[in-house]
């Protein structure tokens, strides 16, 4: 029993099998993909995957495959390199699961689309470049991987093409990305002339790494998980349909970002300003999405800001230089958000359309299973002692509490940490309980089998998984064992305070009084003043200015005023004046004929 | 005009002139102008009409003043050196009013209000001796002069001159008044090079006359006093306008043609002399002068006037055109292969 070569075939035989429904209608005369074989595909590629996973939880086996070089230049070879690591070998399974469960919730929610087929191959295709991005050792192929993120999401985003909103969002998705594309490629021009290679194993041996790659690196991840400054794409990207918000935005996409300086970690770990960078970058990202998300009336938007929220903890967490401890967060979060995205899903289809959580309510009797798993993904999501995501979360909040580090971003994190309850509950309270707000006139069931057993099936996931991944897997560091009990149920302290908080607020909305604008709502609900500020300032200094420099600078002054037109504008002057001078009266021309003749006698005489 | 009085005047004309380039005497010099004044006086108002009158007015006033300064620099000068022979004026202060008596005589700016305005109230051919047999008694006694005269008077006067003739000619749509302006022009080129190669200046004083006469003369055929008129040329005598082109564009000094020789000549001088700034500023100035022979030549040739023709050419042609005009369009055009080095 070779067990290496086991483990190899069977990863690629994964990404295989995921290549079938793309590459079968080229190969095969008459063939047509349907949604329903795209989910098996997925499914058998999932119980696929499981078996290096195993490979992988029992035996530590991790393996590098390297074939095919693409020879660039004489010296710099760009190989076909894979890795099949820890990250890698855990991501898979998790990767597929929620995938297969995400396509099968599909096949409901996207029933009535008449292109159907065109949306499974394009989640598909997202899938596999993900799936490369995962398993990528050169920066080279994990790049293809990020571009190929990239254009799905653009591609998913605007499905819905006939809308103008969307379309403004895909594009919004495609150009905050391609500004962390810059950084992405900043650090690979760097790597290419001082290491000559991109292999990310080789970037790790050097004692102190400049500042450059790794700002270069922040910047990719800046751009691709929301943090702030490049966020506003993620709560506009809810434009695209559930499954597109499930898939990308939520559980894979956007959680690139952190994988990559996950990947690079080594390189990240022998330079204290870039983790303290990456501590104060996630901190503010993480408390700015909690407080934008407080005030959110669409229920699509509360869970993008969570997970923006929940993005900037992860780079909090590898601010404190625990990557592993990320991937555990990315792995749980997969779960219970795609979960909470699917639960909306059907929510809203159910609703025939309605969003808002405003004309919501009273649902959990009559979706029971939705709005039960709703309340799990809930409360893993806020760190409910022993569900998936506590894993993870308390862990986070622990590491953080116990080491040496910025007050700023502890604060920051423990308040966000308190919101995100806040507004989970909120959620919650305001779809399940209470009176009906809906219209009469709809019919609300879940009766069909495609979106009750995915839920569930991720529900599973999301009470299950943090246990067994942290049963199974071996942490590279000690983590924090000792310390003060106040410091050890800080988390739930806080959490509790925030559901507190949040159940307090919402009797006082029950006495119908129009709430009062103040500052800190106008700050909240309109995100911050980020993107009116942003969106409109940018564009217009950079139009003026091309248009000062360009047309009227160089164009027209220099060009025009300054030469030709110029020119001819003075000799017309001088011309006009020479015409006037010439009055045709002789007195006046004798006097001036005696007049230069004393000047020239008395100016030659001196 | 009768026949004999205009006999009479052309004669004391060429009298007058063989005077003063043949005259060693200032006296003599003096009297070979005053005939030639007094001779040109009634041919400019041989046509009655006011405007005549007063063109011949002024240029008496002018003239009249003009020569008797010539008189009072040489007797300065006879005073001072005792003695009256033209090429030994020594002292400064006649060579000074030497040069603004022949500038007034010639016309250079800043004296030479009077010229657009006389050769506006003359007809074309006696504008043409105006422009071209007038003005070679002063140039003889400039050159005959030149060594003692001071050059920074002179570079300031020709660069004025040059660029006055260019710009105020800009704005000018009789023909006569841009053919005076293009006279100043061109006599600001003759006399920046006068100190350093006389020659020179006399080279282009040639070839400045041999360019205007065939203008002059063709505008006197097909009678265009206007720039509208001219407009309208081509149907007289079709080749005239397009040899008229030509001719133009030899006076701006455009290089295949005759024009461009002394231009070139005269640059070469002055950077031998170190010159090259004055050089510039002139070669520059001149190309004001280009402008208005472009227009002339475009208005000749290129354009057709807003106005319609109704017919391709008039039938009747009140004059046959002379061998003089052929021959002088040509020398203008095709001499410059002659350029002597």
Not at chain 1, 140 to 168: C, K, Q
Not at chain 2, 217 to 241: F, Y
Request: proline share 5%.
């Amino acid at each position: 029993m070779d067990l290496p070569m086991i483990l190899n075939i069977s990863m690629l035989l994964t990404l295989a099998t995921l290549l079938t429904p793309l590459l079968s209608p080229l190969l095969v005369k008459n063939y047509k993909n349907s949604p329903s074989t795209i989910m098996q595909t997925v499914k058998t590629s999932f119980l696929i995957s499981l078996i290096p996973m195993t490979l992988f939880i029992y035996l530590g086996m991790e393996n590098i495959t390297y074939f095919w070089e693409w020879k660039l230049a004489t010296n710099f070879k760009i190989p076909l390199n894979f890795k099949m690591d820890q990250y890698s070998l855990m991501f898979f399974p998790i990767a597929l699961f929620v995938t297969w469960s995400i396509l099968q919730f599909t096949t409901w929610y996207m029933a009535s689309e008449p292109q159907i087929t065109k949306f499974f191959l394009f989640l598909l295709t997202f899938l596999i470049a993900m799936l490369t991005l995962t398993i990528a050792n050169n920066m080279f192929l994990l790049f293809i991987g990020w571009e190929g993120v990239g254009i799905m999401s653009f591609l998913l985003i605007g499905w819905w093409h006939g809308r103008a909103e969307a379309n403004t969002a895909a594009l919004q998705a495609v150009l905050y990305n391609r500004i962390g594309d810059i950084g992405f490629i900043l650090c690979m021009a760097w790597s290419a002339t001082t290491i000559n290679s991109w292999d990310i194993q080789q970037l790790s041996p050097l004692n102190q790494t400049p500042l450059l790659p790794l700002i270069g690196l922040i910047l990719a991840a800046t751009g691709k998980s929301a943090q702030f400054g490049l966020h506003p794409w993620l709560p506009a990207a809810m434009e695209g349909p559930t499954p597109v918000s499930a898939l990308l935005h939520s559980s894979t996409m956007v959680v690139a970002g952190i994988f990559l300086l996950i990947r690079t970690h080594p390189m990240l770990h022998s330079n204290p300003t870039a983790l303290t960078l990456c501590l104060c970058l996630g901190a503010l990202s993480t408390l700015f999405a909690a407080t934008c998300a407080l005030t959110q009336n669409d229920i699509k938007k509360i869970i993008a800001f969570s997970t923006s929220s929940q993005l900037g903890l992860m780079m909090v967490t590898i601010g404190l230089d625990l990557p592993q401890l990320a991937f555990l967060h990315i792995s749980t979060h997969a779960f219970f958000k795609a979960m909470l995205f699917l639960c909306s899903g059907s929510i809203i289809h159910n609703l025939n359309g309605e969003q808002d959580i405003r004309k919501m309510g009273g649902l959990q009797k009559t979706l029971p299973t939705t709005t039960s798993c709703l309340t799990i993904g809930n409360l893993a999501l806020m760190g409910t002692p022993f569900l998936a995501g506590f894993y993870s979360k308390d862990l986070i909040i622990e590491s953080m509490n116990t080491s040496y580090l910025n007050t700023w971003a502890l604060s920051l994190t423990l308040l966000a940490t308190s919101f995100t309850a806040t507004y989970s509950i909120r959620m919650s309270l305001l779809v399940q309980t209470g009176f009906t707000r809906t219209t009469p006139t709809i019919l609300i069931n879940e009766n069909n089998p495609a979106i009750t057993n995915p839920i569930t099936r991720l529900a599973l996931g999301s009470i299950t998984a943090g246990l067994l991944i942290t049963t199974y897997i071996l942490p590279t560091k000690t983590p924090p064992m000792t310390m003060p009990t106040t410091t050890k149920t800080t988390a739930i302290i806080i959490t509790l305070l925030g559901i507190l908080l949040a159940l307090e607020l919402s009797k006082m909305t029950h006495t119908l009084i129009k709430p009062k604008q103040n500052p800190l709502l106008n700050f909240s609900s309109t995100l911050g003043y980020f993107n009116p500020l942003t969106h409109r300032l940018s564009s217009t200094q950079l139009l003026t200015t091309g248009q000062k420099i360009a047309s009227h600078l160089i164009d027209l002054s220099w060009y025009k005023k300054m030469g030709p037109e110029g020119l001819a504008t003075l000799q017309l002057k001088a011309a006009k004046i020479s015409t006037t001078l010439h009055t045709g009266l002789i007195k006046t021309y004798l006097m001036s004929f005696a007049l230069s003749i004393l000047i020239i006698l008395i100016s030659s005489t001196q | 005009m009768n026949p004999q009085a205009k006999f009479l005047f052309t004669t004391s004309l060429l009298l007058g002139t063989t005077i003063t380039i043949s005259s060693n005497h200032w006296i003599m010099a003096w009297t070979g102008l005053e005939i030639n004044t007094l001779a040109i006086l009634p041919l400019i108002s041989k046509s009655h009409h006011p405007r005549a009158i007063e063109a011949a007015t002024k240029y008496f006033l002018v003239q009249a003043a003009a020569s008797a300064l010539l008189l009072f620099s040489s007797m300065t000068n006879a005073w001072y050196t005792g003695q009256w022979d033209i090429t030994q004026l020594t002292h400064p202060t006649s060579c000074l009013l030497l040069t603004t008596a022949i500038s007034i005589k010639l016309g250079l700016v800043p004296f030479h209000f009077w010229f657009p305005e006389v050769l506006q109230g003359t007809s074309l051919t006696t504008g043409l001796l105006l422009a071209t047999a007038l003005k070679f008694p002063p140039t003889t006694l400039f050159i005959l002069t030149s060594p003692s005269l001071n050059p920074t008077l002179l570079s300031l006067m020709a660069i004025a001159s040059t660029a006055l003739g260019g710009w105020a000619g800009l704005n000018q749509t009789q023909t006569r008044k841009i053919l005076a302006f293009s006279s100043i022009s061109h006599l600001g080129w003759m006399t920046i090079i006068l100190i350093y190669n006389p020659k020179l200046t006399l080279i282009t004083f040639y070839l400045y006359c041999l360019m205007t006469i065939p203008i002059f003369l063709t505008l006197n055929t097909i009678k265009t006093l206007k720039l509208t008129t001219m407009s309208t040329a081509w149907t007289k005598i079709p080749p005239m306008t397009a040899t008229l082109m030509l001719t133009l564009l030899s006076l701006a000094g455009l290089p295949p043609l005759t024009g461009f020789l002394p231009k070139w000549l005269i640059i070469q001088e002055l950077t031998k002399q170190e010159m090259t700034s004055t050089a510039t500023i002139i070669a520059l100035l001149s190309l004001l002068g280009l402008f208005f022979y472009l227009r002339l030549a475009y208005c000749a040739t290129i354009t057709l006037p807003p106005n319609s023709i109704n017919f391709m050419k008039q039938w009747q042609t009140n004059k046959s055109t002379s061998m003089l005009i052929t021959i002088f369009i040509t020398l203008s055009i095709m001499l410059l292969p002659l350029s002597p080095m």
